[in-house]
């Protein structure tokens, strides 16, 4: 029987030589390797007669509201997690202190393990169970990881993931806590990619890597299916992602380009990818117009420390078909950004998920973005991941003796009360 997924996908095309393939268990071009990243192809008319507006009232809030747009079979047995349909938050005294006149975040810190990776392992691992699979492994910095092993515990898959050395202790423990194989590998996560890709080929293993994979993006892409749903005619000048391997910028781009195409906004928004200054490939790519040199990776950002994107192509396609723009932003700014968005917004989010906002300032000083515009910036993961940069930027408690006087000496040192003069 043909694989029922296959009534919305037409195939797979490849994003460097544009060869099609029959949908299945592809990673990369056969043609290309590992550089030929694969693009899962729809018959939209197909899709657009069954995915109306009036049909998506009666759905579901989660991310398999969209299931026609997505690489799975109608028989799939979706994890009972709930997924995506994550809030956007309208934050006007954030916009103030970005320069911004309206600025939306959208908080996929929610989703539940507290990454926007949950997008694309939920997708992975329907994946591997249509493939027959038993046993799912990835490299990962840290919140795929830790989305694998919870999603595969859900679904009842064995999961093995190699993690690089720096990767945060609450990260580990995360995917500990699911069950997970864990291996530490002592390197960098390029080290921890290849030797996934190996274990999985001798193995037999499922590669859930998005980098190469090409179902993952697709799950990611339903944070721009969201977008365009969510804003509708109200749908802003920017959205800005922060950028790794490129798969979640290159999803959402894709996402939104399909909701133009099925009628639900009339334009799609300009994307914002922000990069840390001590990790920055793929904007040194999108300036020069080169192909993807690696770089070394020095930021606290540890979700977006690649050194090796492998996305670059379908990332950079995406932003230069919005008429997008990209920018780098320091460590400190990152660290000033978790602050406002905690502290105006009301959001706590890890490094590389509030790297966006750090990206939106500075685009906004230096006239890339207008201060007359309108951004939603996606929140990609929570802030309690990665607790030792969180505390580089939140300051330290007060300590006072069980004292009054003591308590009211020391608050009004601080300016935090005033004390009458009398
Ligand atoms: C993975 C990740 C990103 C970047 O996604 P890429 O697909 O690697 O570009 C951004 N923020 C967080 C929190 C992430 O985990």
């Known amino acids: ?34 550089q030929g990243v694969l693009d899962v192809q729809y018959d939209y008319d197909l899709v657009a007669s069954v995915l109306t507006p009036a049909s998506l009232i009666t759905r579901a809030f989660n991310h398999w509201r969209y299931r026609e747009l997505l690489p799975i079979s109608p028989e799939a047995l979706l994890s009972h997690l709930h997924i995506g349909w994550t809030p956007v938050y309208d934050v006007p005294r954030l916009a103030a202190a970005v320069g911004i006149h309206k600025l939306s975040l959208k908080d996929d810190g929610r ?21 027959g699979f038993t046993t799912i492994a990835c490299a990962s910095t840290g919140n795929a990881a830790s989305s694998l092993a919870g999603l595969s515990a859900a679904v009842g898959l064995k999961s093995v993931i190699f993690v690089p050395q720096r990767a945060p202790e609450p990260k580990v423990t995360q995917l500990l806590i699911f069950g997970a194989t864990v291996v530490r590998v002592m390197g960098t996560y390029e080290n921890a990619f290849d030797l996934c890709r190996e274990a999985c080929g001798k193995f037999g293993w499922y590669d ?37 391997d490129g798969c979640t910028i290159g999803g959402i781009g894709k996402g939104l380009q399909e909701m133009r195409r099925l009628g639900f906004i009339d334009r799609v928004p300009r994307l914002l990818g922000v990069q ?40 950079i396609h995406q932003i230069r078909t919005s008429r997008g723009e990209m920018i780098a932003v320091s460590d400190d700014e990152i660290l000033e950004a978790m602050r406002l968005t905690a502290r105006l917004g009301g959001v706590f989010g890890e490094p590389a998920g509030v790297a966006g906002v750090a ?64």
Not at 18 to 29: K, R
């Open 1 to 34: 029987m043909k694989p029922a997924s296959a009534s919305f996908v037409t195939g797979l095309r490849c994003l460097v030589c544009n060869a099609s393939y029959e949908n299945g268990n592809l990673h990369t071009c056969p043609a290309c390797g590992i």
């Open 276 to 315: 840390a200054e001590g990790a920055r490939p793929l904007l040194d790519a999108f300036v020069s117009g080169n192909d993807l040199a690696p770089s070394a990776t020095d930021t606290i950002a540890d979700s977006i420390a690649v050194g090796t994107p492998r996305n670059w192509r379908r990332a």
């Open 359 to 422: 990206g939106l300032k500075k685009a906004i000083a230096q006239g890339m973005v207008k201060s007359g515009e309108s951004a939603v910036v996606v929140i990609t993961g929570n802030g309690l991941k990665d607790v030792q940069s969180a505390k580089l930027a939140a300051g330290q408690a007060l300590e006072v003796e069980p004292d009054f006087h003591v308590l009211e000496r020391r608050l009004s040192e601080l300016s935090i009360i005033k004390i009458p003069q009398t």
């Open 208 to 244: 859930r890597n998005s980098g190469t994979n090409p179902f993952l993006v697709e799950g990611k892409k339903t944070a721009g299916l969201e977008i365009a749903e969510q804003f509708g005619v109200t749908i802003p000048d920017w959205v800005v992602v922060s950028v790794g």
């Open 111 to 131: 989703n539940p393990t507290s990454s926007f990776k949950d997008r694309a392992s939920s997708v992975g691992v329907l994946k591997a169970q249509e493939f």
